[in-house]
């Protein structure tokens, strides 16, 4: 069997390393790939990124299945398309992925339906934003409204950041359409945890939890990032809280979107924020996987990914029931100098450990060039160490890092902190 897989980060890497394992496959497709997935011989990149010119791709190769890693793709309508032509494919519909690609649209759902979350309110109006804030003072939280490739959340302490966010977005216009309409929400203090499941419709297949860590430096200092490590499974998401977190959020928001007319089918992953007293609420949805969160969460997936992505398309998840590898697995993200804002291209990278049962780097922003491999993007490696705690599995993570050079390479030292304590 072929499968395609759409994108090109680390977590459509580690996606195709976990369906390459499959003995039912012949062929895993990247599109378009990295300097990772065009390394390893069990995987083809294809230079097309067009969803029609992969459509066609895709009947022109027989590939059986397609399964989309970015939000972009999806908030684009590849699965209508996909299926219009009758071709399988794992997502949700354009129609479905608002819940990711519009924050207002996702925060109003939310409201409908009883999932908690952050009061807030949408504005276009700019007076009308800066006097909501005023009204309601800092800390508070400003969002674009679309999809803003992570850069589009300013959490602000100050009065003084809001205001200035909220102009950056609706009166400069820095995200463009975008940000033509923002979201002001309450800021929520707690402990973040990502909860990603699967829904081919009619039934609900959780994956492992994991936690992300979105800030760049040590001990969550500096900017926001597209997320710097993330590990598996996550302490704070206890049994008691995870049946709350399906009880609670999961369930109401598939319901909800079927009593809205639309059939959930795709991963949806909540992003939580728990609080002190252990309450959790959603701080947004996406309509994908989580990247780094999926490099963790494949390197503990123990059954094999083709036949659950089978199961996912023909609406028989109920039939799965997922097999983990008991360790942690700490996802250490190494990211190119000048990342966040403007990362450097070019840096050649060296000594990468080959793969072991105890450590798998997968690539992101990789290149190969004249026969060296290159960064060629922000995040550009995310390294896996597993072990038998937190703790054994940093140690895995970071023997991996520490062998690996680049210029300007950026890396947080505590990835895994909250699961020590
Ligand atoms: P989002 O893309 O909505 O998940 O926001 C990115 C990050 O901003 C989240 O992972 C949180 O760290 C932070 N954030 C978003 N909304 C809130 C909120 N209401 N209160 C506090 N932090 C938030
Ligand atoms: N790691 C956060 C995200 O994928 O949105």
């Not at 190769?61 to 999806?74: D, F, K, M, Q, R």
């Not at 992570?150 to 820095?174: F, P, Q, T």
């Not at 793969?355 to 004249?370: M, R």
């Not at 995310?382 to 023997?399: F, H, I, P, R, T």
Request: glycine share 10%; charged share 20%.
């Amino acid at each position: 069997m072929k499968i395609l897989v759409v994108g090109s980060g680390g977590r459509e890497h580690a996606l195709a390393w976990k369906l390459a394992q499959s003995e039912r496959v012949q062929m895993v497709y990247v599109a378009p790939g990295n300097g990772g997935t065009a390394a390893d011989a069990r995987l083809v990149n294809v230079d097309i990124t067009d969803p029609a010119a992969l459509a066609d791709f895709v009947v022109a190769e027989h590939i059986a299945l397609t399964l989309v890693g970015p939000e972009a793709p999806l908030a684009a309508g590849i699965v209508n398309l996909f299926r219009s032509r009758g071709l399988k494919i794992f997502g949700p519909t354009r129609e479905a992925a608002q819940l990711e690609s519009s924050k207002d649209f996702a925060k109003a759902f939310m409201q409908r339906h009883g999932i908690p979350t952050a009061t807030y309110q949408s504005f276009s109006d700019a007076a009308q934003a800066h006097a909501y804030v005023d009204a309601n003072g800092a800390p508070i939280v400003i969002k674009a409204d679309g999809l803003a490739a992570g850069k589009g959340v300013v959490v602000a302490m100050s009065l003084e950041e809001a205001h200035a966010a909220v102009d950056h977005m609706l009166s400069d216009n820095a995200f463009g359409d975008a940000g033509a309409r923002i979201v002001i929400e309450e800021f929520l203090a707690g402990e973040e945890a990502s909860f990603i499941v699967m829904c081919d419709g009619k039934h609900v297949l959780p994956m492992a939890t994991s936690q992300d860590h979105k800030r760049l430096k040590d001990q969550d200092q500096g900017p926001n990032t597209g997320g710097m490590g993330a590990y598996s499974p996550a302490p704070i998401v206890t049994p008691a809280m995870h049946a709350r977190v399906m009880r609670e959020i999961i369930n109401p928001t598939i319901q909800g979107m079927a009593k809205d007319g639309i059939t959930f089918t795709g991963f949806l992953y909540a992003g939580l924020m728990i609080d002190a007293e252990g309450n959790p609420r959603t701080l947004e949805f996406n309509c994908r996987m989580g990247d780094p969160e999926t490099q963790p969460i494949m390197a503990r997936l123990k059954s094999d990914y083709v036949t659950v992505l089978e199961h996912a398309c023909n609406g028989t998840l109920d039939q799965v029931e997922l097999e983990w590898d008991r360790r942690t697995a700490v996802g250490v993200v190494m990211a190119a100098a000048g990342y966040p804002d403007s990362p450097r291209k070019g840096d050649v990278i060296e000594g990468i450990p080959v793969e072991t049962p105890e450590c798998v780097t997968f690539h992101a922003g990789t290149q190969v060039v004249d026969g060296k491999l290159q960064t060629n993007g922000g995040r550009v490696l995310c390294v896996v160490g597993l072990g038998d705690s937190v703790k054994m599995a940093q140690k895995q993570a970071y023997e991996g890092v520490d062998k690996i050079r680049f210029d300007g390479a950026q890396f947080r030292r505590d990835i895994g902190w909250r699961g020590v304590r």
